[in-house]
């Protein structure tokens, strides 16, 4: 059973502060992606990587970064976080590029 | 870069009647086409999933159709019943095994 974790389900920041946001897989998948959730918008792709070390940008990578170390963990990263990151963010891996198991999801509210 | 849109947003049938949403892409190229389902306050999963060489596939009480040709396919409930009420979201895998969500469909089920 694919099991994804987040660091945290809710997160509370200030303008400005540096947020660190992690997901951790146990499948060994090869694939890891950071989406945000927005209501009216869907998932919305933020950065992917396909292996370590290695990251792309999704379709909003602005005001973000990631780091992927270790195969199993895959970090996002808000550098100086703006109000208008205020989302839920979802963390998902998978195998092959088919289906991706998601995790329980990171409500942050940024004041 | 890949597009999908989703009809309808929100969609209130009675229980024991159809449902049915609808996506649209836009990359030609694009070969699988996920659908997923996210119960309030729990994490997207895959409920089903079709490939650009198959037209309909079926598990249950779902299927999902799909158009090349006019780029577009449907997810297809049966037999609503009320632990089917949930936020529904399609999918298309575009450049680079990425997926590009539509906005979600809000169903819900009357008893």
């Known amino acids: 059973d694919v099991k994804v974790t987040q660091s945290s389900r809710y997160l509370v920041k200030r303008t400005g502060e540096k947020v660190f946001l992690e997901c951790v897989q146990d499948m060994d998948h090869e694939n890891m992606f950071w989406y945000r959730q927005d209501p009216g918008l869907g998932l919305r792709l933020i950065y992917f990587?396909?292996?370590?070390?290695?990251?792309e940008k999704g379709d909003i990578p602005e005001g973000y970064s990631v780091s992927r170390e270790k195969k199993e963990r895959f970090s996002l990263i808000l550098e100086s976080a703006s109000t208008n990151q205020t989302s839920m963010y979802l963390c998902a891996s998978s195998f092959g590029g088919i289906e991706q198991f998601f995790g329980p999801g990171t409500r942050l509210t940024v004041l | 870069g890949e597009n999908v849109e989703q009809h309808p947003s929100t969609l209130s049938v009675q229980e024991g009647d159809s449902a049915v949403i609808k996506c649209t892409y836009s990359d030609s190229a694009s070969n699988y086409f996920p659908w997923y389902k996210q119960e309030l306050g729990k994490r997207p999963q895959l409920i089903i999933d079709?490939?650009?060489?198959?037209g309909e596939k079926k598990d249950q009480r779902i299927a999902v159709t799909l158009n090349k040709t006019a780029k577009h396919f449907s997810l297809h409930i049966t037999e609503t019943q009320p632990e089917d009420s949930a936020v529904y979201f399609c999918a298309a895998m575009g450049y680079g095994n990425k997926l590009v969500f539509g906005a979600g469909t809000i169903l819900r089920v009357k008893s």
């Open positions: 079709i490939r650009s060489n198959v």
């Open positions: 990587s396909y292996d370590v070390k290695m990251k």
